[in-house]
């Protein structure tokens, strides 16, 4: 029972959207696959909000068991309730409820939330600057020649880097676009996407036909 | 530029130079700011699910005639399962209504959208009537593509015939590894840009209005 | 010199970044063929058509992508085009759609509803891309803030992708694969890709396969559809700072290299 069912729902819902690729949307397997399509987008809504509350049951228990740094939890909760609370309170009420632009809501995000997420992912271009210089070693002939194409795109990808190579005789950018960037580069990575869509095809029938269980955890 | 612009722009300009702190050392400062972030974010989440999805997806529907739908509400309530250890299993019937429906789409779309279009630009003529250029491009293409697939194919150990192959492929994915890099740098010294476009133009812009 | 503090590799950073800001320096930005291409598809779009502009990132990488969507934006509407904006992007997307739009309007004219409308986010993005291809209505039936798309003008002569002419999609992640093998694979719907620097070398793939009918590659793409578009802009300016901390990079990794050698040299004259 408690792994049959989910076995045959996956089936049933897998097959269902399989099968209805052959069939126009007007049949009836399309429009239950249609359907299933709706369904899940508002499960999958579902899943997101799992996580937030997975992250306010980890920092409330932290905060209740007094343990290190808890009075940061308390900034986290206070964030989290500070943001959500006012957006689930319709905007009829008060222009500051809702998601729209004047909200508390969209005033977080644009003034605070999304300027802190560029800010951390910009602290980036310090550590890839700091592990070139640390890491970054012509150690073997492999590393040598990725250590070389590395630099070659780094120059071209820049107008000042691009008029430096065009100092050199041959046209070095066209070059690099057509050799490096569309011939070999592109060469592998569509090795690698045949390579990863096949594994997941395989995995996507895996877990129709209820061989592929590990998604379900234990117990 | 009137006070509650200028307010906003500092607000913005004090929680980056706040993160940027924990590059000369993890700070109070950072860590105040990192929490309010972590916080901010998954309250956007509740927000957007709030009124995207459980209203827009499946309140307003079903409060106009569209009963059914309580179906996938029920589904999605389902999950909560999972924090209560002797009930976690019932959560298993949404997962695998989420995981089938993504792999019944995947199934098809991985191999109509991705490997036959993919294989089918692969299949060239060797030799090119455009040039002697384009039939070395070709010749490439078709050794990269073929050596790369070699060399991440673990069944047969590497030697021979095969091993040779897959050395040629290494060297070609080194060659796509290296232009990797070389983007993986533009694209994070680009974010650091952006930052500093913000604390350069519209952050020190904002003193001559303040002093 | 491998012991030096990490700090002062981060202050040349810093100070490379902001010294063109300061004392700017103007090369020639090129034009690479990817980006032409991209730029001559939407150029041959017919006036008034309908397109999807999809707002696939997150806030992290909005100086890479901002631009993109904006200079896109100013495309679409220079030729008259009805703007059709989504995410699949639960963290901002639907939040930058509405402030990129916001931030145009004026200049053209445009009406909400009319000339543009902002559809937002929905769940599970496999779902949306192939439930759109039966109805958009179906996965939508609501704009971002709520209006029924049925009462919604520019919507009355959009059911599913058949009635859209061009999608033009800017990610910061994979969603670009599922925009191809569901939507351009299944739907035939022409397809443009702007994305980040990080994931540009992937897509060069989908290019040659003509499955993308151009591909803007990071800020200096941005930079040079902003330079196509007539609409020189943040990433045409961020150009310089750029090109200065690569060359500081370069020079990190032959000094860092340098010293790699020395090292290893010394090292073998000590054994013997």
Not at chain 1, 4 to 21: C, D, K, N
Not at chain 2, 108 to 134: F, N, Y
Not at chain 3, 84 to 96: A, D, E, F, K, V
Not at chain 3, 198 to 220: E, T
Request: charged share 15%.
């Amino acid at each position: 029972m408690r792994t049959q069912v989910p076995v045959v729902v996956a089936f049933l819902t897998g097959f269902a959207l399989l099968v209805s690729f052959f069939f126009n949307e007007n049949t009836w397997i399309g429009q239950i696959s249609s359907e299933i399509k709706i369904w899940v987008t508002i499960v999958g809504g579902f899943t997101l909000l799992l996580g937030v509350v997975s992250i306010t049951r980890v920092n409330w228990a932290a905060v209740k068991g007094r343990k290190e740094g808890w009075g940061y939890k308390v900034v986290t909760l206070i964030s989290i309730f500070a943001m959500a609370i006012p957006a689930v309170f319709p905007s009829t009420w008060s222009p500051l409820f809702g998601r729209a632009e004047g909200s508390i809501y969209d005033w977080l995000f644009v003034y605070l939330d999304s300027p802190m997420m560029a800010t951390m992912f910009a602290t980036l271009a310090f550590y890839i600057a700091s592990a070139a210089y640390r890491a970054f070693r012509a150690r073997t002939p492999e590393s040598t020649i990725l250590l070389l194409t590395a630099t070659a795109v780094m120059l071209w990808r820049v107008p000042m880097g691009e008029a430096f190579l065009n100092l050199f005789p041959g046209n070095i950018p066209e070059f690099l676009n057509t050799y490096i960037m569309n011939g070999a580069n592109m060469a592998v990575q569509r090795g690698i996407i045949i390579g990863a869509a096949l594994g997941a095809a395989s995995m996507s029938l895996r877990i129709i036909l209820g061989i592929e269980r590990t998604y379900m955890g234990k117990g | 530029m009137n006070f509650i612009e200028i307010f906003e722009i500092w607000v913005i300009a004090f929680s980056t130079l706040a993160l940027f702190s924990f590059l000369y050392k993890d700070n109070p400062i950072y860590k105040l700011a990192e929490h309010i972030f972590a916080g901010l974010s998954a309250g956007y989440y509740v927000g957007l699910i709030w009124d995207t999805v459980i209203l827009q997806q499946l309140w307003n529907p079903m409060l106009d005639g569209r009963w059914w739908l309580i179906f996938p509400g029920i589904l999605g309530i389902l999950m909560f399962a999972r924090f209560f250890p002797k009930f976690s299993w019932v959560s298993r019937t949404s997962l695998a209504f989420v995981m089938a429906t993504t792999a019944g789409i995947f199934l098809i779309s991985q191999l109509h959208g991705l490997v036959l279009p993919q294989l089918k630009a692969t299949m060239l003529p060797l030799v090119s009537d455009a040039g002697i250029a384009a039939t070395f491009s070709s010749i490439i293409v078709i050794i990269g593509v073929i050596s790369t697939l070699i060399y991440f194919y673990f069944s047969k150990e590497h030697v021979g015939a095969l091993g040779v192959t897959a050395k040629v492929g290494i060297w070609f994915i080194m060659i796509s590894f290296g232009a990797h890099f070389g983007y993986t740098v533009m694209g994070r010294v680009s974010l650091l840009i952006g930052r500093v476009q913000f604390l350069y133009e519209d952050w020190i812009g904002s003193f001559s209005q303040i002093f | 010199m491998e012991t030096m503090d990490r700090r002062w590799i981060y202050l040349m950073v810093a100070i490379a970044v902001f010294i063109p800001f300061v004392f700017p320096a103007n090369f020639p930005i090129s034009i690479t063929p990817e980006t032409q291409k991209l730029y001559d598809a939407v150029e041959a779009l017919p006036d008034s058509c309908t397109v999807m502009l999809v707002f696939d990132y997150y806030p992290s990488t909005i100086a890479e992508c901002e631009p993109m969507t904006t200079a896109a934006l100013h495309h679409f509407w220079r030729k008259n085009c009805k703007v059709i904006t989504l995410s699949n992007i639960p963290l901002g997307g639907p939040s930058m759609a509405e402030t990129v739009t916001r931030s145009i309007p004026p200049q053209y004219n445009k009406q909400y509803g009319i000339d543009f409308v902002n559809l937002g986010y929905k769940a599970n993005y496999v779902a949306v891309l192939s439930g759109m291809g039966n109805s958009i209505e179906s996965i939508f039936p609501t704009d971002n803030s709520g209006t029924p798309l049925s009462e919604l003008p520019l919507m009355d002569s959009v059911y599913n992708y058949d009635d859209v002419a061009f999608i033009f999609e800017v990610a910061d992640n994979a969603t670009a694969d599922y925009w191809v093998s569901i939507v351009n694979a299944q739907y035939g719907t022409p397809m443009g890709c702007g994305t980040t620097a990080v994931s540009a070398p992937k897509y060069y793939a989908f290019v040659d396969a003509g499955q993308f009918v151009g591909l803007l590659g990071g800020m200096k793409g941005a930079a040079e559809y902003e330079m196509l578009v007539g609409e020189k802009d943040k990433a045409v300016s961020g150009m310089s700072a750029q090109s200065l901390v690569h060359l500081l990079i370069i020079g990190l990794v032959l000094v860092g290299n340098i010293g790699f050698f020395l090292g290893r040299r010394e090292e073998r004259e000590a054994k013997i």
